[in-house]
Structures are given as C-alpha cells and as structure tokens.
C-alpha cells in the first residue's frame, strides 16, 4: 500500500515537474517549432560546437603531448649524461664507508647542477642512497624533495633499479611549481646510489595553457561566428519565403491583386516571378469564373423573368379552359386538370427559381423582427395536416410551455419549416414525424424527425443541393421543385443560423435549424443535439451547413 | 529549448579542453632499466683493519697503536684518535690538524702497576693534509706523558691523558704510508724536480689520481717553492678523476690550467708532468680535457726524458783518483775506454775529480795540487772528444770534492759547478773563469758536504754536522741557494750525505756513539733497513750513484766514500778499493798508493 501511494506521490511530482517544464519550454518549443531560421541556427551550433570541441581538444591534448615528449626527451639525455658523470666521479669509491664519499657526492651534485634557481623555480638535483641510509640525502638546491621524491619512486628506483619518471606538483619555497621527476640508479663499487633529476614544467605548462586558451578562445568565436554565419544564410532563404508566405495568405484572403517584390535573377527570384505568374493566372481565373457566374445567375433570373409574362397569358387561358372543363369531353377535361396542375408546379418552381437566383444575386434581405416561434411551428403542423393525414402520418409537436421569442424573419422561418416537415411527412412511410423546439439564451433549435428510409453516409450534405433526389428514379409524388432545401438552407444563412441533416438507412433522419435569439449574434453551440437522442450511439459524421 | 542548449554546449567544450594539458600527477612510469653495472675494478683490496682500542690490552702495543691512530685519512685523524681516549680526555681534546711526527727514542716506559707511561721522542716535523712531511724548524728531543688507564665498566685500555696533540710515530709513518713522487717543472722549464709526499695506504687505489692530482694543484713543498714552477693560478679539477677505465686514465682541469699563450707547449708540459706523477698508476692511456676543449690522449714513454733521473743506467762508470791520475775502476761499464774529456796530459797530479754529462756533452772538472799550486779545471766537450780544461780562479785554499750541478744539452754555458772550499759554497761555471761564492741563508757553520739531486735542482748539505736541505736557484750571475732546512735524520754530527735516489738520501754520521752510513728519506723522516757501521773513523767524503725513478728502487747500489784516503765501496759491508779493484792496475803498483777520491760519471 504504501509503495503504491508512494509511486502515486512520485508520479504526481513528475507530472507536476513535466507540466512545469513544459510551462517555462513552450515559448521555446514554440520558437523552435515555428522558426526554420532558430533550428537552423540551433543546428548549426549543436554540429559546429561538437566539431570545433572535439578538434580543439584534440590539438590541445596533442600539443601538451609534444611539449611534455620533448621536455621528457630533453631531461632523459640530460640525466644520461649527469648519470654517466656521477657514475664516473664515484667510480674512485669502492666501499660505502669512505669518509671522502658524502664530500665527493656533495661535490657531484654541485658540479650536476645547473642552471640557476630561475623564478618559476630551477631544476633540482639531488643523490641519495636508500640501501645506504648513512648516506645522507644531497640536494641542490637544498629544498624539501619529499614531496616530490615519492616512496613510490624510490621503490622503482632504488629496489627494482630501473630508470623511472614521474610528474608531481609540489610546493617549494611557497611556491606550486609542477615538477618532472626523473630518478636512475648510479652504479657504484659499493652498490648503487640514486641521482633523482627534478625539472619544473612551468614553462610547459604556461605554453600549454596559453595553446588551450587559444584553442578554446579560437573554437568560441568559430562557433559563434558559424551560428551567425548560419543565422544570415537563413534569413537570406527564409525571409523571401516568409514573404512570399505572407503574399500568399493575403491572395487567399481574397485580395487578389497582391504580388511579391522580384529582386536579382536567383532561385527565389525565380520563386517570386512564378508566384506572381501563379497569382495572376488565379486572378484572372476567379474573375472569370465570377463573371461566368454572374452572367449565369443573371440568365436564370432574367430567363425566370421572361417566362412569368408568357406564363400569366397561359395561366389566364388554362385558368378558363379548367372552369369550363365540365362541358369537355372527359379525356379533354382531365388533359384540362392536368393543365392546371403542371402549371401550378411550372408556377411553384419559377417562384424558387426566383428565390434562389435573389439568394445568388445577394438581394435577400432579412426582415427580422422579434416572433414567438411556437405559433409559427404549430401554423405549419395545422397546414400539413392534410398531407399528413393523406401519408398516413402523425404529428407529434414537442413545444416548450413558455413563449420562445427570437429575432427573426417569420415568413422565412415558416417557409423552412414547411420545406422540413413536408419533406419529413413525404419520407416517413407512415410512420409519425417529430418536431421539438427547445431554446437557451443564446440559441433555438427546431428538430424534425421522421422515421422512414433515413439517408445513406454522405447524403446529409447533398440533401441541400439544388435539384437533388435520394432516387432519381422516383416519381414526383409531392410535386416538389428540388430548391425547397437549398432555399431553407439560404434561409437558415440570412439568420446567421445553420441548417443541418442527420440520417441513418433504416433509421430515419433528422433535421436541425438553429437559430441565434439575437439577430447577427455568432452561434456556438445549439439547444438541441443534431443525433436524435433514442439512437443508440452517434455512428455517422454529423453533416453541418453553416 | 535552444537558448538552453549554447551555454551547455560550451561547458562540455571548457570540460574537454580542461582535461587535456599537462597533468598535475602521474604515477610512477619506468622508463627502462638502469644502467649496467660498471666494470668492477675486481682488485676489491679490503685494507687491512686499522687498529682501535680494543685490539689489544697490552700497554706497550696499545701505546704503539695508539701512535697510528692519526695515520689514514687526514680530515677524520681526530675522531680515530678520540676513539682511544676516555669521554672527559676526547672532549678536552683539540689539537692541530697535521699530526706530529715522532721518533721514540727509547721504548715506551711502560711500568706494571703505573698508568702513566713515558715517552722519549725526538720531534721530526708535521704531517699536512697535502702529504709534505715539513721537518721540525728545530730540533727537539724530549718526553711525553700518557696515562694509560682503564675505565670502571668498560672493557679494555684507555688514553686518560696525552699532550694536545695528533702523534704519529715514525713506525707509523712507514708502515700506514706510503711514499709518492709528484713533478713539478723547475723554473727554467728544463726538467721535473721531485716532490716527495705521503700516501696513506689504506686509500682506495682508485682515488690515488684524484689525490695526486690534488696534491698537485696544491702546489710544491714550501722548500722548493723557489725552485719550481706553480700550476697556473686558477688551474682547478673538474670532478674528480674517475676509477682507470679500459687502459685510460681520464683527467679533466678548467680551462685556467693551460694558458692561451703558448699552449701546446703548456699542454705537453702539463702532460708530462702529470705523466711522471701518476706514473705509479698509469695505464697505457692518459686523457686531458681541459676545459670545453677536446680531449687530448697520450701514451706511450715519450715523457721519460722531462726527468733528468731518467738517465741514469743501471750501472755507473766508476773512477777513482789513484797515483795523481784518474783511472776507471773494474766491473763499471766501458771499463777499456779512455777517461771521458779528460785530456792524458791534464790527468796527473789530480786529487779529486767529477764527471758529469748531459745528451750532448761531457763536463769535467778536476782539483790538482795542494797547497799554494792547488787548481781548480773545469771543461767539457761533445761526447768522444777531450775538453780543453780552464782554471777556476777566485778560490780559496782546502778545496773539497766538485760536483756538476746543473749541465745543459748542447752547449755548455749556463753550467753549474759546485765545491766546497775552506768551508764556503762556491759555484763555478764550465769554461773557467772566477768561482763565485754562493751565500748560505742565515747559516754560518762550515758546510763540510754537498750533494746535488739527478735534477739538478735539489741539494744536500752538511753544515756543522747537521743536515740540511735546500734548493737552489739560478740567478744573473749564477745560483744562489734558497734558505735551507733542517733535517732530522737520527744521527748525530753527521760529516758526509749523498743522494742514493730521487728521494733517499745517503748519510754518514754517528749513531749511539759509533760511526755509520744510514739511508734516510728526503725529509729525514723514514730510514733504510741497513744501516752500514762503520766504527770510529770519520767519513770525510760520501757518494753515491742514484738509482733511475723507474727502477722503483730507493737504495742505490752503488756508493762509495772515504776515510782518510782509504776509499770504500759499501757492498754488504765496507769494503776497500784497492788496487787490483782497478781496471787497468799497474803491473808495478808504487808503494803507499791507494785509489783515493771515488766518483761516479753521473
């Protein structure tokens, strides 16, 4: 137990920890994720800091290497030849005991001495025999060498009698001077005597360090200078393409005559040339297409125009013809009917046709104004009742008690409305059609929901086109025009609400205006969910038209 | 993200590059192994330990050891000696440095029961650190006390008392020492005189160069100091002269030890004279460096001739003075020869004679008549040819025996003759002239003998039976001799002396009571084995041939002297030179003649 609410300690410190440092990191990763010219940059000193360190050290750690070789050279012929001299001076001793050995020895070391004491600390010589201990130790000058002079050093020197070197930093006469301590067994007639050799290193040291400081000092500036290198080299190739980015965003924002600067003859010269020629062929395409556009719509509305006055002179004699058709033979009488009714539909349609082509030319104007919607939705069930009750179908109206007032175009609302459950009665295939109104302050929502073939995927979106059939197969029954749907959704637009369908095969489909309360506000959300709530799970991507 | 990453960057690049560098430590790396053993020089000649306090309980040994105790190493003398005596004595005890040296003239007084013990010695001089044995400025013969007692507690004899001094007795002298020649040129850069010095024989032979080297750069004894040539001021060793290596003596001065102006002649004398010194020691090859120079190496006997020694022979040419005539004296070489330079019609009525060469020519000088005819003529000649003799005027009357001091090669002025007449030093040169007398320093008994050492430079003298030793000294109108000092041989009034060799002199004299030829060394310290006795007579004259330095032989075989006129060989015994001893004895011989005046052609 208490490991789990430990680890559950642990882990709500991490997430904690994680939340923080992506707190304080995201403007970074921000910067990073946005910037070509930051990554680059970024990159560059990452790959330049790891080259010019590694070479740096490299030519620092070889250069120390030279200077020590060539010191440890220097001195190791050095000590050869004061070994062969001391190995000389004391041939004239054939037994330890010689009261003239400790002066010759002294004398040795003072003729082995060279140089004088410089201020970063002279050589130190010094000869001494571990195997003699009578022998006092002869140092020149005559400093504290244990420091230097390791027991370590003496073992490999006096007990193993081999030629040994080692490097110490000692402090003598307050001074930290670091020291290259060569040690070689003499041979004498008595046994052998130690000749330690002490060089100070500080010249060495001091080219050493003065090498690593350049290195280091040269290495900073070439990664600065890359990084800068790399920062103008960007900004050259970046700022054009941000340029033209920005150009770009500012076409698509609709103004079309924007065009990039072409400087100089390079690649993004050519970039910006070809962007231009791009620019000016959509220009020229969009102001085509409108135009086209434009003369189509025009066409409809004009050619809608001219066969309203054709029309009414027809009207006007089919409209005699049908009262007089009780004197017509039965078969001329019922061509009389259908006269009548091909010209109602013919009527009907111009009048959409109309509609859409005042939509199209943008001369729809909202008339709002504020409406209690319930008396409007229960207008439109009482007119259908009398298709309802032909289909078979029955009407289930679901209106909230209190008044639902929102600024709105009545006439529109109701048209909308009738286009919705007339379609609604016409699917249902006998089954009853829901409608149900529901409001929040800033929205209301009007379902209609029937229950008959439903749509299949993809047919929530095409339901609103202009003349579109689920079966173009099917006969024409309601006699509708194929607008009534595109009209309501240019309604549903005018308002600033939506219209939108939802439909499964099998499951019935629904439809779903929603509707600001104040006219102009932008719409969030909508009172009313658009997947009818008695079907089990939402399943198809719900289809929106705004 | 990336604002992060630059300081990070460049603190693993300080990281890096503060690695690299010299490093503060290391351990121990063995570079290789050390260099081989040198030659052992293999004579591991371990001394024969010295004796120290507890070698012995017997007073009469510990006394004799006590005596050498100072012998050995100079500078530690102190120390072995303070080994013999009790704390309170050896912290009393502050003597000089160079030990004195003492012949015992009787035993040690030791008594049983008394532990003071008696000393009759006669002072011969001081030992320095330089090995010169200066002899006493004056002689002293008296006693010491020594208290020989033992310590409650501790085993063996101890010194409770002694004078405040080093003693060596010259037992001691002899056995721990041993005698050294070293060279130094005289002053007109013709030959090598001798310079006699004491080597302690328990030093390791390996440091005897770097000794005589020392002893050379040191100087000569203070009495030849007149005579010879210093080592340029300055001139210094550098090191020590290491052990003899493969045939080579290695030998390195500074650079003052040559100087700039003349230095090839510098260098070969410099050569010889080390040459000559370490000839005891030298192996086929000696190297010089001087200073940076390059080493110069030289071998073979090229150096012999620098000593006039040197050309001596093994055997001499013996005369005597027989009938008024010089004649030769059988069993000498070239016996059937005429006598050298002598022309047949100056050889009569002669008294006494010498002969003496150098390479080129032959010196004669001859003393003829008594009384108011008494001549002094001097000569020489090319090898083969007869001199054309000259009288030396400006003499008194009773001359003694000449000797040629000084004979140079090719021409024969500069030469230097020496007599005694009347009891006063004369010189005289080679073609006659006057004698010039040659003063003695502070000295105004009668000089009743002299001797001249092979170099010419060095004499013997026997003024108011003591003997002494001086050098002597050319100067502008011919050569003075330098102040003379006195030795202590044991013998009293002494009569004749001659040198036997580069360093032994012969000398006559009376020894407890009776008259004797004994060998003593040139500072009268050391005696030979064989004293000859001789009885009562008195020796009038001594001579000797000295024997070559290479010989390594101190005693000459050939000396001769007289008594009266009887002249005597001493071969085992004394033995007279008689008549048939001549080369050529007349078939007739006079009545009353003896050979009288032996010499030598030195």
Redesign the interface.
Known sequence: MPVRRTLRVVRRYWRVLVRWFQHYTAPARRAWRRSLQIRVVSLTLVASSLLVGTFGWFIADRSAEILLSRTKDEVSSSLNGKVAYAYKQLTVHPLARDPELPNTIAATVNDLFDGDPAEDGGSVISIRAANHPDLGAVTLPNVDTRQLVTPEMVRAVAESGSVAQQIRTAEIDGQTVKYLVYGSPVQTKFGHVELYYMVPLTTEDRTANQIRTTVLATGIALVFLLGVVAGLVTRLVVNPVRVAARTAQRLSAGLLDQRMKVTGEDDLALLAAAFNQMAANLQRQIVRLEEMSRLQRRFTSDVSHELRTPLTTVRMAADLIFSERDSFEPAVARSAELLQAELDRFEDLLTDLLEISRFDAGFAALDAEHTDLLPIVQRVAERLTGLADRAGVELDLRLPEAPVIAEIDPRRVERVLRNLVGNAIEHAEGKPVVITVATDEAAVAITVRDYGIGLKPGEERLVFNRFWRADPSRARQTGGTGLGLSISVEDARLHGGWLEAWGAPGEGAQFRLTLPVRAGDRLVAAPLPLIPRDRPAATGEPAEVS | ??????PA??A???L???????????????????????V??GD?D?PVPEATRGTTKDRTQFIANYLEAAAG?F??ASERVKGFMTQSLADRFKPAPQPRVIRLTDEPSVTVGQEKVELSYELIGTLGKNGVLEPAAEPLRSNYDITVAEVAGEPGLFIADAPNFLLLSDTALAEKYEERTIYFWNTERTALVPDVRYMPRNL?R??EP?TILNWLIGGPAPWLRNAVEVLPEGTAA??????I?GGRL?INLNAQAVPAKGAAEALDRLRRQLQWSLRRVLPQYLELKIGHEEAVEFTGPEYYSSNLANRLASRPERFVVYDGKIARVSESTNDEEPIPAIPAEANKDVRTAALDTSTTHTYAAVVSGVGRSEALRVGAAPFGQPAELQVVSGLPAGRGHPVWAITPDGETEGAVGLIIANGRLYSFGARGGKAQPVPLPGGSGKISAVSVAPDGRRVALVVGGRLYRAVLTITGDGVALSDPEQLHPPLDNITAVAFSSESWLNVAGARRGRVSIIQVSIDGARQGPRPLDIGNGVVDYLTAYPTNPQSDEYQSAAVSFTIGTAAYDVLLNATQIGVNNLARPPAQPPAGKIPTAPFFLS
């Open positions: 993200m990336t604002r992060h990453r630059l960057v460049t693993v690049v300080v890096l590059l503060g690695g690299c560098g010299i490093p503060d430590e290391t351990g121990v790396t063995e570079v290789g192994s050390g260099p081989s053993t040198g052992s020089s591991n371990t190493d500078d530690t390791p390996e440091q770097n550098e090191g020590k002269v290491p052990a290596d290695q």
